[in-house]
């Protein structure tokens, strides 16, 4: 079971341009998060999604960020225009399911975002 | 969600056991403790988690106080590689789930 991947681990964009973060879970897990990590400062809940559905987007910024959860690959996170301030660690979790395994996230080992 | 307590930082010598403290008087009677660690730059990793019985795994063990407002991981023979971020999180299941508070957790050193 090869975990939770993402990729790019590193990706530099400059300003303005489009950032493209993906993200598999693991096998047999259909519950996908994703967290960002600003340098010097703790994990921060952007979005849950299923298959084809945004479940809980209430950290996910107003503008230029959006997720997608395909029936088929992976997760993408992608930001719009980027800025300096989009600079950190994206990471990724998948966990099963229901009961009190739904917040046992497996997470993966990031994508770093400099936005230069 | 309940809030929690943890001290900023800690020390351990190796190969001693690592106890780590986690005050949440607020937690509610559906809420788990749950136990993540970050070491430096990595993804989080899921420790342990529990409800109201002590648990035990092949990494640490949980022991919930009897009123449930506070909690210790013990590492019970600390390594190098345990040198990490600690994190303490109390969440229900349903509704919000995986959409995990981390607070600023403890630093543990071990220290040779």
């Known amino acids: 079971n090869a975990g939770v991947m993402q990729n790019p681990r590193h990706l530099v964009r400059r300003r303005g341009q489009e950032a493209r973060l993906r993200c598999s879970p693991m096998?047999?897990?259909?519950?996908v998060y994703w967290y960002r990590q600003l340098p010097e400062e703790g994990l921060k809940f952007m979005v849950y999604?299923?298959?084809?559905?945004?479940?809980?987007e209430s950290g996910m910024p107003k503008e230029r960020f959006s997720a997608e959860f395909p029936k088929e690959g992976p997760s993408i996170l992608r930001i719009q225009q980027v800025v300096r301030g989009d600079s950190a660690a994206y990471f990724c979790?998948?966990?099963?399911?229901?009961?009190?395994?739904?917040?046992?996230?497996?997470f993966g080992a990031g994508s770093r975002l400099t936005v230069l | 969600d309940a809030k929690t307590t943890q001290p900023p930082s800690m020390d351990c010598a190796e190969g001693r056991a690592a106890n780590l403290p986690c005050n949440h008087s607020t937690i509610s009677g559906n809420e788990y403790v749950y136990w993540y660690r970050q070491i430096h730059s990595q993804g989080p990793q899921y420790i342990i988690h529990g409800l109201k019985n002590n648990e035990t795994n092949e990494m640490a063990s949980l022991i919930i106080t009897e009123d449930r407002k506070s909690s210790t991981l013990i590492l019970p023979h600390a390594t190098l590689r345990d040198t990490a971020v600690y994190y303490c999180?109390?969440?229900?299941?349903?509704?919000?789930?995986?959409?995990?508070?981390f607070g600023k957790g403890t630093k543990l050193s071990v220290k040779p």
């Open positions: 999180i109390v969440k229900g299941y349903g509704g919000s789930q995986g959409n995990l508070i």
């Open positions: 979790a998948s966990s099963p399911g229901q009961g009190s395994g739904a917040n046992v996230l497996t």
């Open positions: 999604l299923q298959k084809e559905n945004i479940i809980d």
């Open positions: 096998k047999g897990h259909s519950h």
